[in-house]
């Protein structure tokens, strides 16, 4: 069946440093990618979204990119900050296979 | 964090018993998912509903059913077939397929 992979699953990076989180997707229809994080103990949060008539979005510290040919798309934070450790969850949407997600990425921030 | 809510937070139950989980939102949102969340695994979705009185099974139904009777409920029951139903189960809500999903604060369901 379709999938998401995401990597890492794990990711330590240094206060003010940046972090990368990939994913790719098996669907070729896929025309949706949200970035869910999720805070210890709290629910899962939008953080940004992607559809597939765009190549690069931005918002403050956090951006995503999509590369519809190669299938991947990646989460990109600047200047991370403790308050960024969380698990982040990718996802992929098309109409025929629906929401599928990522397994997650546990990121941490050393301080 | 309102508009969609989970209950009870933490559930207990005997093994071979069937158990509901509570989902309601008052986000007037059309689409209702629900999400088995595992250590070290990602959302795996059971069951979503895009219209009242319509739901489709996700990727892992079996042992799952659910019901969509009114735009703002969507329960959840976890039957005895289910082989391995501990897990921390999410439900979640939407204005359509494609559109940020809002999720509820989850609950946490043991079964011995």
């Known amino acids: 069946g379709e999938n998401v992979e995401q990597h890492p699953s794990t990711l330590s990076v240094q206060e003010g440093d940046s972090a990368v989180i990939k994913c790719t997707y098996s669907d070729s229809a896929s025309n949706y990618f949200p970035w869910y994080k999720q805070e210890l103990g709290k629910r899962p949060q939008l953080i940004i979204d992607i559809r597939s008539n765009v190549g690069e979005k931005k918002d403050q510290r956090i951006a995503v990119t999509l590369n519809k040919t190669a299938k991947h798309f990646s989460l990109h934070i600047t200047e991370t900050q403790p308050e960024d450790s969380a698990v982040y969850f990718c996802?992929?949407?098309?109409?025929?296979?629906?929401?599928?997600f990522g397994s997650g990425t546990r990121l941490s921030i050393r301080p | 964090d309102g508009g969609i809510t989970q209950s009870p937070k933490y559930l207990f139950r005997k093994e071979g018993q069937n158990v509901t989980l509570s989902c309601e939102q008052n986000?007037?949102?059309?689409?209702m998912y629900w999400y088995r969340q595992d250590p070290g695994q990602g959302l795996r979705l059971i069951y979503y509903s895009q219209i009242v009185n319509d739901f489709q099974k996700g990727d892992i139904a079996e042992g799952y059913s659910v019901s969509r009777e009114k735009k703002e409920s969507f329960p959840l029951t976890v039957t005895s077939a289910q082989k391995n139903p501990t897990a921390f189960y999410l439900c979640?809500?939407?204005?359509?397929?494609?559109?940020?999903?809002?999720f509820g604060p989850g609950t946490r369901l043991t079964v011995t």
């Open positions: 979640a809500s939407s204005k359509g397929d494609s559109y940020e999903q809002y």
């Open positions: 986000l007037n949102h059309d689409a």
């Open positions: 996802a992929g949407y098309s109409s025929a296979s629906k929401i599928i």
